[in-house]
């Protein structure tokens, strides 16, 4: 086990527990999502030209149709920073969803483990934050903007991975097919552990990490 995985066991039901109280608080402030209140869907295409084995079904060399929420974690008005999210869910060929979650961060080191605020959705780099677990260890995914946005606001990004010390490799990207104005919400509703992608799966201290985050504030603001 990696040192990060050590460390991670030992702090992360706590965390856990701590992070569930917060949004949970926040879900009954708000009756509604604590985090990413609102968003917008957008249809998008992700190109892998060869195979990754070490991605599981993520790095499976093909063209898939897909659907991305972009929305903005605290949900504060545009013209301020906030914190911005992707999330990507597409299909395997069984109809088992496949999701991803992303926030805005850095990519060098320490900065990919910092989430960083920003006024414009997809104008840098967004990584998982924190480690799936990969065939040989633990890596992370990362996407940022491979070019400025095409003419009606379309974007194309470029999707990478990394050991969570290592440098990153471009192994495929995502395209944005319909500007983000054009689009609506959806009631998708994103589970980065039980939908993670088929040979992929979360390192286990962050599936604790995240479980009683997500489970009581789904708890919170249904009531």
Known sequence: MSGLGVLGRY?????????????????????????????????????????VPELGSVGRAGTREAVARVSRAVGLPDRLPDIQGLAVRWYDDDGVPADLLLSSTGTSLPTRFCLTWRRRPLAGPMT????????????????????????????TLDLAWARPLGPWQVFGRLDVLRPLEASGESPIRFEPAGNAPRGLPLEPWVASLRHYAYRWARAAYRT
């Open 11 to 51: 702090v992360a039901l706590p965390a856990g527990v701590a992070l569930g109280g917060v949004t949970a608080a926040m879900a009954l402030a708000r009756r509604s999502r604590p985090l990413h209140p609102r968003g917008v869907v957008v249809p998008v295409r992700v190109v892998v030209p060869d195979d």
């Open 128 to 155: 998982t934050l924190l480690p799936y677990t990969g065939r040989t260890g633990p890596v992370l995914l990362g996407a940022w903007p491979s070019s400025a946005p095409r003419p009606g606001g379309t974007a």
